[in-house]
């Protein structure tokens, strides 16, 4: 009870937190956005063509009324139509985002899960030739640029160049028309796919963040092992690995977890735009990169709106973790 | 916990490494697939043909659409043949009257926006429809200008607030089959835009049934319908009611000296569209689509990356590919269908048109000095491939009002005599004026911006005196050259129709910016010719007074012009397909894979 009661006082702290995003946001858009205009006039504009054009747009109403039209439209969670295709945004939301989440998913379980694990070993030989090893291959990981390990693991893995094991671009289509099979079959189909698809841009990922998570959980651990309790622990003759996995790991859950869940929201709506520009994949991050090149500002809108709502609730989602991980805390104050 | 973790990991590795030892399901069947896959630079963004602007676009919305006419497949120069039309129109003797048939009996693919789902006759009234919708300020609509002031009544239809229900007087529907166009002065590119994307017969069903999502939604009665469409490629599927059409080699076109190496022989009887499905995948990352290319089971049709043209290719003009990458592919180098050029913002009294006649002919002079330090050669090694063509004047090679006389000094290089213009115009280091050079912020542009620059140091202009002004976004960079902001202007043009008043108009007085004309070249002589040959028919006449005003371009030096770009194009070679960038559209009803007879790495 006291934890609902704790989400709930803090989504309506988070109210006036969201207004002010949305408004930083929107001024951004409206005055520093690209201006469509003179993206969808024809070849030999006149200067009355040019003005139905800003008509249509809602580009000749005075900013406090787009603003307000803006208000209502994350209100009702109803951002109009593209203005490129014309498509509803929530319908491209609901088409895009299931995308962008499952091509990240793996890769962010696989990185955390691998990035903990290769921290608390480099924390548990510290100074060793574990310790080394992981921090070099961390320190590589960061460094090298994100696009050069696209282009070299596209390569390696998707062409004739290379092993030539996954295909080097695209996404699941619906089975062909031909196909007359059972659940089973077609859940299968889909299986297959979303691996064969989703493999190398996992790889990729996973090499890329795996750096930083490590890097970042090994400070934490090693923080954590310097403690009295460390000591006192194993003056008490517990093994080595109890100490680390029960006790440190335990105890350092706290920033660890608060960097998983607050990286959630960019995994579900922002998408990865590399990753999905260079694996032809049709993801939020595809949609949401056009769309800030060409000026669409309903789509827009609604990828910050939901962006920011998103982080809202990992804002709330890792209080209430906390408590889950140490009992102790109090949400009163 | 550790042995958990260890499990869970093992469980993750395994899952992904299964599909590679997996049978990929259905795989028997789907290789008996017919689909023609291939990949352009760019992507659409809508397919509605009132917006569809782009050669993507194009592309897209001609395979669905029909047009009255298109351009034959292999003719070059181009040449336009009848589509849904019955042949071509009758014109009044007044050149003021156009009546064209269509094909009776041409069906839109079915749709749900159609009563029972089946797609009705084509009629004329279709097109009255469309030509309205481009008309009407809420459809956005890019194609306006081509018929702006031309149609009687259409502007005023537009003026009056484009009620549909409302007749136009230039726009009379005779029976279903025939339409009578008047246009209020003779018009001789009236045909050539009706083959436009622009001009596609529409029904009012499916604009009303699916509203603002009609531009993902097409209807048309084109050979392909539209399956699906995503950001990342688009799936078109036979039209079921396509009309029975076949292939005709010599009917389109075929010149066996020059296109015989392509194969396209295998096409004649075949029936329109010869694949039951084409993919266009959008792949705007060259390495991406190389790679994908390459591979061998992905895209079949696609062009060579810049940066690796000299690893594929051993000669370029024509091109000759390797060893290794011959036995894989064919290929050809393909010129655009418009050119490169860089203009002058004649509206800048610093450089261009100025009240005081001494300074107008100094800035004459600076600007044939700027011109004569432009090394087109260079540009085209360093950023081209060499592969570009480089021509005097506005005119280029493919149009017929191209003059091969005209002298190469225009389009070369020297140092000594750009400095004699600057000294003639009394032009000194102190004394000569700030150049803005605008570009959109690519890594591209501001590299040709440094090569400028040094061709200008190399002539005595002051480095300082040249200098960058980038916008963030072609919109941006647009939006500044509409409101004359920009003082020197790269552009490129991609021509709606082979006829050389498209690039004229370019220079036309009364279409200066926000118009087509981002020169803001305004010469009374100039626009006297344009007037009078906007309204001629072709003629060798017509054809000199073209070549007229392309020599008083150059005389005026409002632009520096220019290039046609070439793309080296590689296509696998159980591929039978003939590529064209603008004007041509639906091509991919052509498109042809032998079956059996797989490239190598083909599945």
């Known amino acids: ?333 | 916990m550790a042995k958990k973790l260890i499990t869970s990991l093992a469980a993750v590795g395994l899952l992904l490494t299964i599909p590679c030892g997996c049978k990929k399901p259905f795989s028997d069947r789907e290789q008996d697939n017919n689909v023609f896959r291939f990949s352009g630079s760019g992507s659409p963004v809508t397919m509605d043909p009132a917006a569809a602007s782009s050669t993507y676009e194009n592309l897209v919305v001609t395979s669905i659409y029909d047009q009255f006419y298109e351009y034959k497949y292999l003719a070059r120069p181009f040449e336009l043949k009848p589509k849904l039309a019955a042949g071509m129109p009758d014109v009044s003797d007044d050149g003021l009257v156009y009546t064209f048939r269509i094909k009776k009996g041409i069906r839109y693919a079915d749709d749900p926006c159609f009563p029972d789902g089946e797609g009705r006759e084509v009629v004329v009234q279709d097109f009255i429809f469309s030509l309205k919708r481009i008309f009407d300020p809420k459809n956005l609509p890019q194609g306006e200008w081509v018929w702006r002031g031309k149609i009687k009544g259409l502007d005023e239809w537009k003026a009056t607030g484009s009620d549909y229900s409302q007749e136009i007087e230039g726009l009379k529907a005779v029976d279903d089959y025939t339409l009578q166009i008047t246009v209020n002065e003779p018009f001789p590119q009236l045909v050539y835009t009706l083959a436009m994307g622009y001009s596609s017969f529409v029904p009012r069903e499916a604009v009303e049934h699916y509203g603002k999502e009609f531009s993902l939604n097409p209807v048309g009665s084109g050979p392909y319908a539209l399956k699906s469409f995503t950001t990342r490629k688009a799936v078109l599927a036979k039209n079921e009611n396509y009309r029975e059409e076949y292939f005709d080699l010599e009917y389109e076109g075929y010149d066996p000296e020059t296109q015989a190496w392509v194969g396209l022989e295998v096409l004649d009887g075949k029936r329109i569209p010869i694949m039951d499905n084409v993919e266009a995948h959008f792949m705007k990352e060259s390495m991406t689509r190389w790679n994908s290319l390459n591979k061998g089971n992905e895209i079949h049709f696609g062009k060579i990356p810049t940066a690796l043209t000299h690893m594929v290719a051993s000669q370029l003009k024509p091109l000759k590919l390797k060893p290794d990458y011959a036995k894989k592919f064919k290929g050809m180098s393909l010129p655009d269908f418009g050119f490169v050029y860089m203009s002058f913002n004649m509206a800048d009294p610093r450089i261009g048109h100025n009240q005081d006649p001494e300074r107008d002919r100094r800035n004459r002079l600076l600007r044939m000095a700027i011109r004569k330090a432009f090394d087109w050669d260079q540009r085209n090694q360093r950023f081209y491939n060499d592969m570009g063509i480089i021509f005097p004047g506005i005119i280029p090679p493919r149009l017929d009002a191209h003059d091969p006389d005209l002298p190469e000094s225009y389009v070369k290089a020297d140092y000594t005599q750009a400095r004699e213009y600057l000294e003639a115009g009394g032009w000194t280091a102190e004394n000569l004026p700030i150049l803005e050079y605008g570009v959109t912020a690519t890594v591209l542009d501001i590299q040709m911006f440094e090569q400028f620059r040094g061709w200008l140091e190399k002539i005595g202009y002051p480095r300082e005196k040249v200098v960058l002004k980038t916008y963030a976004s072609f919109g941006d960079y647009n939006r500044a050259v509409k409101q004359k902001e920009v003082m020197l202007i790269p552009m490129g043009w991609n021509l709606d129709y082979p006829d050389s008043e498209n690039v004229l108009q370019l220079f036309y007085g009364p279409n200066q910016s926000p118009g087509s004309n981002t020169s803001n070249y305004d010469n009374p002589e100039f626009n006297k010719l344009f007037k009078q040959t906007k309204t001629m028919q072709p003629s060798p006449e017509r054809t000199e007074l073209y070549q007229k005003m392309n020599r008083m371009i150059l005389e005026d030096v409002p632009t520096i012009s220019g290039m046609t770009r070439n793309n080296p194009y590689v296509w696998y070679h159980n591929v039978v397909y003939y590529h064209s960038d603008s004007p041509h559209g639906s091509l991919l009803k052509y498109a042809y894979m032998r079956p059996g007879s797989t490239g190598e790495g083909m599945n």
């Open chain 1, 1 to 333: 009870m006291e934890t609902f009661q704790y989400a709930v006082r803090k989504l309506i702290y988070s109210i006036p937190l969201l207004f002010g995003v949305t408004l930083i946001a929107f001024t951004l858009m409206v005055y520093f956005g690209p201006d469509l205009t003179y993206s969808l006039l024809g070849k030999n504009a006149s200067p009355e063509q040019i003005a139905e054009v800003q008509r249509e747009l809602g580009y000749d109403q005075p900013f406090v009324q787009r603003y307000l039209m803006f208000l209502k439209e994350v209100v009702t969670f109803d951002f109009g139509n593209s203005i490129s295709t014309g498509e509803e945004v929530t319908s491209i939301l609901a088409r895009t985002v299931p995308i962008s989440f499952a091509v990240a998913l793996p890769a962010f379980i696989i990185s955390n899960i691998l990035g903990v694990g290769l921290a608390l070993l480099a924390a548990y030989h510290r100074g060793g030739f574990w310790d080394k090893s992981v921090m070099i291959f961390a320190v590589v990981g960061m460094s090298v640029s994100y696009l050069m390990i696209v282009i070299a693991f596209q390569i390696i893995f998707c062409t004739t160049y290379g092993l030539n094991w996954f295909p080097v671009q695209g996404w699941i289509d619906p089975p062909p028309d031909y196909i007359d099979a059972g659940f089973f079959e077609i859940a299968y189909y889909y299986w297959y796919y979303y691996w064969l698809y989703v493999a190398v841009p996992t790889l990729t990922s996973i090499f890329v963040s795996l750096g930083y998570n490590t890097r970042f959980f090994r400070a934490v651990i090693v923080e954590e092992l310097n403690r009295d309790y460390v000591r006192t622990a194993k003056a008490y003759g517990i093994g080595n690995g109890k100490v680390m996995i029960k006790h440190v790991l335990k105890n350092s859950l706290i920033p660890i977890v608060t960097r998983i869940i607050i990286s959630l929201p960019f995994v579900i709506i922002a998408g990865n735009l590399v990753l999905e520009k260079f694996f032809g994949i049709p993801g939020v991050g595809l949609v949401t990169y056009d769309a800030i090149t060409n000026g669409d500002l309903p789509v827009v809108k609604a990828v910050v709106t939901c962006t920011a709502i998103l982080y809202v609730f990992a804002l709330i989602l890792t209080d209430i973790a906390y408590k889950i991980i140490d009992p102790r805390i109090s949400y009163s104050k």
